[in-house]
């Protein structure tokens, strides 16, 4: 998604003054030719707003919050549910807390915390939308946005999802409009106005039954997905095979 390069233009001079683009671009970590070319085009991405916002120390909500399309952010931030936590929280962090909670069971004493991984992970988008799906969540997401199924689908398995789709599916959701956007590593969580340890806290008072179904379904999910990676493999095998 992106803004009008007009708006962006007079957002820059309101927050950097006489600042050059240039030095705008070398201290948000960005190409001074992707920075033309989006100005050139008509549109500047929300990427590159946020880089700018990061880079002087602005909240990016707020930033984004000055352009009209996402004026109601600040208002649309809500407090994650445990299911949005825990749905940031990787794999691999999952069955070592499962782990660790069973070895201490059997010596008889509390599991030592263990240090999660940032977020997002490798299928934070996917674990997100499940944690908050409503009925045919992807499906209305799909008709709202005008995009075709297929294509959200495929976003999903690559763990991505546009600003817009991730604003859009929390609508429909029901739930922080932010809160998306941390899955797909657009915002922090605390950018998204999440709790410090607020995962930490969500994964501690997770029942042990609630964190093994949860570890199951994210299991079954990833040998789907290893399944189709390895036919892949071997039907591009197969083609070598006979082109050789």
Partial sequence: MTVPAKLFQQ???AVAG????AAVCRAAGIKRSTLAQQLVRGRVSLATVAAVSRSLDLPVVQSLADFPAFE???AGVKAPSDAELLSQISDANLLTEILNRNLAAEHGVKPDPIELAPAPHRSSVR???DAVDTADLRQ???RQASIAP?????QISANRLTPEL??????????GLTNGLVSTGFLTPTE??????????????????????LAAQRLESLSRILRRSEDDSDAAQSVWENLG
């Fill in 11 to 13: 957002w820059l001079n």
């Fill in 18 to 21: 006489d600042t050059s683009h």
């Fill in 72 to 74: 109601d952010l600040p």
């Fill in 127 to 129: 674990a997100w939308l």
């Fill in 140 to 142: 209305k997401v799909a």
């Fill in 150 to 154: 297929q294509n959200l689908s495929a």
């Fill in 166 to 175: 991730a604003i859009e599916s929390a609508r429909i959701a029901g739930v």
């Fill in 192 to 213: 998204a106005g999440w709790a410090p340890e607020a995962r930490a806290a969500a994964l501690r008072a997770t029942a042990n039954s609630v964190l093994a179904s």
